[in-house]
């Protein structure tokens, strides 16, 4: 597959976060949240970010926006590197690239009307003002399909959609190239869901964004994606274009995850992977394989050795997987 110019590059992000304690509350921990993930992302692509809760995808996305320091690793945007940049020239950074939040809600200053809500960061990079800012809102109300004069309005006038298509709007009010979405749909109903999810499918196609789309709904993702990263416990297990890691998943972690996808028919035979055992803890994450206290097939090389990625057998051009295993049992659970 060919594929455009990379926009964005995350080359062994890592980032954990000290644990305080004892009588002079000095460091007697880390939380391994992100521990060493490297992807990248095209111009006009969406890669998606899944896996369990608490494995560290939404960190990895706040970790790419700066909203706290990372441990190690490098950023890069459109061949520049950002990481190390410090914060006042992190402002090109920020206009490029932007977030739209998991909460509708809370994501919105309730004091706000959505003309200033949409309007501030563009009054922020001096972008327009005057009647040329009414116009740019205008705009954006138009394209994430909702009426101008809902302008005049409060975030609480809303649904949970709506508000969530103001959240988007507000993303991209500066002209950013990629956009975060952070758990953008897991909050909104099912039918509301679809329309978000066709709705940044349609600005994607009309404005050539880029999206991170951070998610545990794998439903969701197979529409959206065109190529999905699994993460377990603060790593990528496997990546893989979309329709590759739906049809021939090799990770044992990425089928159990695919098995538990409910299918609307009834009739469709399933095997479901049960895991057994909780997820281990990050602050203190197994030796060797992570995954490897809860694989069926662990045998005593995944205890000791750290898989690293690499090509996935048998498989096409850019599916990645960390895993020891030459091959798994053939049974692909189906997905929906």
Known sequence: MNRTPKLLEVNALKKHFPLH????????????????????????????????????????????LRLFPITDGEVWLDGERVDNLPPRQLRPMRRRVQVVFQDPFSSLNPRQRVRDVIAEPILNFGLAHGSELDDRVAELMDKVRLPRDAMRRFPHEFSGGQRQRIGIARALAPGSDLIICDEAVSALDVSVKAQIVNLLSDLQDELGLALLFISHDLAVVEH????????????????????????TPHHPYTRALLSAVPVPDPKAERHRIILHGDVPSP??????CRFHTRCPFAFDRC?????????????????VMACHLDQVPREVPQAA
Do not use: N, W
């Open 303 to 319: 205890r000791v050795e750290e898989p690293q990625l690499r090509a996935a057998p048998g498989s096409s051009a850019g599916h």
């Open 21 to 64: 304690g004892g009588l002079l509350g000095g460091t007697t921990g880390y939380v391994y949240a992100v521990d060493g993930v490297t992807f990248d992302i095209a111009k006009g692509e969406t890669l998606s970010l899944v896996g369990e809760s608490g494995c560290g995808k939404s960190t990895v996305g706040k970790s790419i």
């Open 283 to 288: 602050i203190h994450p197994p030796s060797g």
């Open 224 to 247: 959206i994606t065109h190529r999905v990263a699994v993460m377990y416990l603060g790593k990528i297990v496997e990546l893989a274009d979309r329709r590759t890691l739906f049809s």
